[in-house]
T-cell receptor, first 114, second 114 residues
């Protein structure tokens, strides 16, 4: 596989469920990101990891828990979500550090919370 | 914090014609990077074009070009000879040279009419 992959592509979960989203990049990058994309709103940056270390948490509720075991993999663990958390969750990767490095995006996971 | 504004939620263009998508941003920094991303329906977001703020020359990529006005903090995208495959959401993005965060606008949905 090439680029950035995400699984699952679609997920429906109840508010009491626990699930995880997975992201994998095959580009040799060392920075990874989680974004939330809701209709008619800018992409919301949730978490940033540089060299496996979390460097940014944009006031994300604790019901979202990220994990970055290595530079190629990123997880988003979900528990006791709310209906307003329904959105497209995008993973991206890039070279870390200063400079105009573009981010490469995965196809996203369409999450529906019932 | 930097903000990115796309004032056109929707735009349409006739096939083979030219269309310009607007983007403005707010920053106190002098060194940064600007991007246009394209997100086709149900497909991955991909980079269209990027601009370094220190370069006066406008970036071009085949049918895509930008009009970068640094003093006005404006970064518009011009698509020439529009094709049906150009139909997508277009996002303007800003990246500081001080970190690897990227800020996105709310997007413009472009429709191409045959």
């Amino acid at each position: 596989e090439t680029g950035v992959t995400q699984t699952p592509r679609h997920l429906v979960m109840g508010m009491t469920n626990k699930k995880s989203l997975k992201c994998e990049q095959h580009l040799g990058h060392n920075a990874m990101y989680w974004y939330k994309q809701s209709a008619k709103k800018p992409l919301e940056l949730m978490f940033v990891y540089n060299f496996k270390e979390q460097t940014e948490n944009n006031s994300v509720p604790s019901r979202f828990s990220p994990e970055c075991p290595n530079s190629s993999h990123l997880f988003l663990h979900l528990h006791t979500l709310q209906p307003e958390d329904s959105a497209l969750y995008l993973c991206a990767s890039s070279q870390a550090g200063v400079g105009g490095y573009e981010q490469y995006f995965g196809p996203g996971t369409r999450l529906t919370v019932t | 914090a930097q903000t990115v504004t796309q004032s056109q939620p929707e735009m349409s263009v006739q096939e083979a014609e030219t269309v310009t998508l607007s983007c403005t941003y707010d920053t106190s920094e002098s060194d940064y990077y600007l991007f246009w991303y394209k997100q086709p329906p149900s497909r991955q977001m991909i980079l269209v074009i990027r601009q370094e703020a220190y370069k006066q020359q406008n970036a071009t990529e085949n049918r895509f070009s930008v009009n970068f006005q640094k003093a006005a903090k404006s970064f518009s995208l011009k698509i020439s000879d529009s094709q049906l495959g150009d139909a997508a959401m277009y996002f303007c993005a800003y990246r500081s040279n001080n970190n690897n965060d990227m800020r996105f606008g709310a997007g413009t949905r472009l429709t191409v009419k045959p």
